[in-house]
């Protein structure tokens, strides 16, 4: 069987977003802080050695991880590019990218670093994308068992229907972008699709934070109302809603099913332009078992391994590291 050669090709119409990223970076600064030393410094080995004694330590059996990117290559390399001329949407952070590999060195490096379970974290940016990129990583999950099956949506018209659809076809997570997307996840057309998402639970990794640069519909205030009419709505949090991270935990806080994923939060590069408050962290001891680890593999500017160690240096305990590093995820996708 050749599953893997029915991958859609884009409609002819479909240009790729290279005005999109997804990433965080800073406003204000041209280079990164405190980066610890770029990836390729070490030998992959030496760096898987690194992950997987740290999990190890731990006593888990890998790591999950719920925010890695994987699209069709042609969509990442744009985006690549997006991050190569420091964009608008990057707040024209300088960002090497540390891993930039082919698909199959980037999901054999996920596996040599112990990650158990990953996503494919792809999102439009125009209407009309969002069935083909589904299409895309339906066809990445058949092939990486690995991967739970990505989806996402876009407000335009038949977003319910192909959100059904995805959902029927077994998508396990879905992906929102609202800086790329530039909507506002309130919007009406998008009511239903929510609804679907809501009573299915699957979950949907959200960036609706207003880092590394706002967009029209960031911030708290347009998920606070999607959250209103969908109180059990699965949302993750995606980069822990930095910058506004104290209204995103008070989000958490009052609905029992919104989480947070830790990606780039609390490294080295992120403390230098969007600090965590300390004042808060007692807030994310109490609401321990709503964070799941998340990294932007491959499109983090220092270390897979620094995101880990960024956890772990807020000292808030090896129960703690294990139910965000792997735990949580795997009672949320039953892994
Ligand atoms: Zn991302």
Not at 113 to 125: E, K, Q, S
Not at 290 to 298: A, K, Q, V
Not at 324 to 332: E, G, K, Y
Request: hydrophobic share 40%; net charge negative; proline share 10%.
């Amino acid at each position: 069987m050749n599953d893997h050669r029915n991958a859609p090709v884009a409609p002819a119409d479909t240009d790729l977003p290279h005005d999109a990223p997804d990433r965080c970076g800073s406003p204000g600064t041209s280079t990164a802080p405190g980066v610890p030393g770029a990836a390729s410094d070490a030998a992959p080995d030496e760096e898987a050695g690194d992950v997987r004694r740290f999990w190890g330590r731990l006593g888990l059996p890998g790591l999950v991880d719920v925010h890695t990117h994987f699209m069709p290559e042609r969509v990442l390399h744009k985006v690549w590019d997006y991050f190569d001329a420091q964009g608008p949407l990057t707040a024209r952070l300088e960002w090497p990218i540390a891993y930039r590999k082919d698909e199959a060195e980037r999901t054999a490096l996920l596996r040599e670093f112990g990650v158990r379970a990953f996503t494919a974290m792809l999102y439009p940016h125009k209407p009309g994308m969002a069935p083909w990129l589904n299409a895309w990583a339906a066809d990445f999950a058949r092939r990486t068992p690995d991967c739970l099956h990505t989806a996402t949506l876009y407000p335009e018209p038949g977003v319910e229907t192909y959100v059904r659809e995805a959902v029927e076809a077994g998508a396990r997570v879905f992906k929102a972008h609202v800086q790329v997307g530039a909507y506002d996840p309130a919007d009406e057309l998008l009511h239903r699709a929510w609804g679907v998402l809501a009573e299915a639970g699957v979950p949907v990794v959200i960036h609706c934070g207003s880092g590394p640069a706002p967009g029209a519909y960031t911030g708290p205030g347009p998920i606070e109302r999607v959250m209103a009419r969908h109180p059990r709505l699965r949302l993750i949090i995606a980069h822990l809603g930095m910058p506004e991270y104290e209204e995103f935990l008070r989000l958490a806080e009052r609905y029992g099913e919104v989480r947070l994923d830790t990606t780039m939060a609390f490294t080295d590069f992120t403390e230098g332009f969007m600090p965590f408050p300390r004042r808060a962290l007692p807030r994310l001891a109490e609401l321990g078992d709503r964070f799941l680890l998340g990294s932007d593999f491959p499109n983090l500017p220092y270390p897979y391994v620094h995101q880990l160690h960024a956890l772990e240096r807020l000292d808030l305990g090896t129960d703690w590291l294990r139910a965000v590093c792997h735990d949580n995820a795997a009672l949320l996708f039953e892994l």
